[in-house]
T-cell receptor
Framework: GAGVSQSPSNKVTEKGKDVELRCDPI?????LYWYRQSLGQGLEFLIY????????KSGLPSDRFSAERTGGSVSTLTIQRTQQEDSAVYLC?????????????FGQGTRLTVV | GDSVTQMEGPVTLSEEAFLTINCTYT??????LFWYVQYPGEGLQLLLK?????DKGSNKGFEATYRKETTSFHLEKGSVQVSDSAVYFC????????????FGQGTTLQVKP
């Protein structure tokens, strides 16, 4: 597609359930990033992929959070045993290359609500 | 660690007013600096960037100059329009090869006709 696509756009889940969030980056973009946008914390980095490898996972808040990327394309962010504090908008971004000055293209995000 | 501090909003201006949104940063090395904008109902998009000291980024009438001596990257526009109403995020990407962004808290701008 023309841009970064995320699904679902909205997800409501019960506390304790697992959720999977999907990101389709722009074709040919080697770098992929997940961020979280919440009222109290602003925009936080979660994880960075270069190809299928994740050299920087430093932003994952707990071991309930994991992510993978396959075929150098689609990425899935999984949150296990969801908690109310996980409620946020999860944003995916991709860029053609990884580098300090490279433009990142963002998806519309998945709004996760844990009830 | 690296960080970005933005002026708190919301900022409310009348159309054609002058806009400044302050942004300062803390980083080791020589980061790249960005302004991203989030229009209502839309995703984040790059507004402008600067990759080295004294560079000026510009786009859509907005400008920001990379000031290493004051560690700042203030966003300015001479005459705002209603369509500029959005949330503006200042961000940095540290020197290195990951492209990871560190964001400020965001500043909401509302422009009234």
């Amino acid at each position: 597609g023309a841009g970064v696509s995320q699904s679902p756009s909205n997800k409501v889940t019960e506390k304790g359930k697992d959720v999977e969030l999907r990101c389709d980056p722009i074709s040919g973009h080697t770098a992929l990033y997940w961020y979280r946008q919440s009222l109290g914390q602003g925009l936080e980095f979660l994880i960075y992929f270069q190809g299928n490898s994740a050299p920087d996972k430093s932003g994952l808040p707990s071991d309930r959070f994991s992510a993978e990327r396959t075929g150098g394309s689609v990425s899935t962010l999984t949150i296990q045993r969801t908690q109310q504090e996980d409620s946020a908008v999860y944003l995916c971004a991709s860029s053609q290359f990884a580098g300090a000055g490279t433009e990142a293209f963002f998806g519309q995000g998945t709004r996760l609500t844990v009830v | 660690g690296d960080s970005v501090t933005q002026m708190e909003g919301p900022v409310t201006l009348s159309e054609e007013a002058f806009l400044t949104i302050n942004c300062t940063y803390t980083a080791t090395g020589y980061p790249s600096l960005f302004w991203y904008v989030q229009y209502p109902g839309e995703g984040l998009q790059l507004l402008l960037k600067a990759t080295k000291a004294d560079d000026k980024g510009s786009n859509k009438g907005f400008e920001a100059t990379y000031r290493k001596e004051t560690t700042s990257f203030h966003l300015e526009k001479g005459s705002v329009q209603v369509s500029d109403s959005a949330v503006y995020f200042c961000a940095l990407s540290s020197s290195g090869n990951t492209g990871k962004l560190i964001f400020g808290q965001g500043t909401t701008l509302q422009v009234k006709p």
